[in-house]
DNA sequence: ACAATAACTAACAAAATAGTGAGCTATAAA
DNA sequence: TTTATAGCTCACTATTTTGTTAGTTATTGT
């Protein structure tokens, strides 16, 4: 849990009134949650799906991204009628769709960088 | 310290060689750094004019946040000659010069994901 | 002599994030 | 009846990141 008055929590508001720049960081900034994304947009929109294309994350913690990442607006999560165990489906909402192209430009950055360059 | 055996750092680094995304979201992804990196671009490039821009970072941060930026080839530091006592100047590397566009992506889609679009 | 400034670092504590292992619901096939 | 699948959640520990407090070096101004 968090602490709501902690000098973390405090910093944490103070750079979201100061620019939105580290609103969209605090989305997409941790752990797997980039990986997510794109998994979902490549088709891996299913829970075991992703557990296969990111073999090491832990369904916890699986389970914890994904429902952030509906709070936040950037997944959508449905059910997919008819289907035993019931199944359900991610979808990207427009304003996880719209992430994709920063990835590509973080990714070409990331590779120059990986270079040397 | 990181312990090297962790799952924690074998999980970084499996994202890591998956896709240079995730590089990328290492260095950016962190408190207060793309902060820093912009107040550079503007102009507060030295350690006290940067606590003045971040007036809720401790010294004790950002000096951490600046070596790190440091040791990623994202800023040089510069002893400027002459001054008493020694000043220092931090200036951004083309690598860190590229990343103010992206910056600006994340910005633009923090700004309307804010405003519930 | 003492405070002030610039630019830190060290030792530590607090908070947050990431990962572990078990268990749950429901159905159906072997 | 046990096993398998899909999709989780719970209580917990380990690890990492963030923040706190005090102190350092060197020089000038009072």
Chains 1, 2 share one sequence.
Request: glycine letters at 6%; aromatic letters at 6%; hydrophobic letters at 40%.
């Amino acid at each position: 849990m968090r602490k709501k008055n902690s000098t973390n929590s405090i910093n944490e508001k103070y750079l979201h009134e100061r620019c939105a720049l580290n609103v969209a960081i605090d989305v997409i900034g941790s752990r797997w949650v980039s990986q997510i994304i794109f998994s979902i947009s490549q088709g891996a929109n299913r829970f075991h799906l992703m557990k296969e294309e990111l073999p090491n994350i832990s369904e916890q913690v699986l389970s914890r991204k994904l429902n952030t990442l509906e709070k936040q607006k950037i997944i959508i999560k449905k059910t997919i009628p008819d289907t035993i165990p019931l199944g359900v489906r991610y979808i990207l909402t427009s304003k996880g769709e719209s992430l994709l192209p920063i990835f590509e430009s973080l990714c070409a950055w990331g590779k120059s960088y990986d270079l040397g360059a």
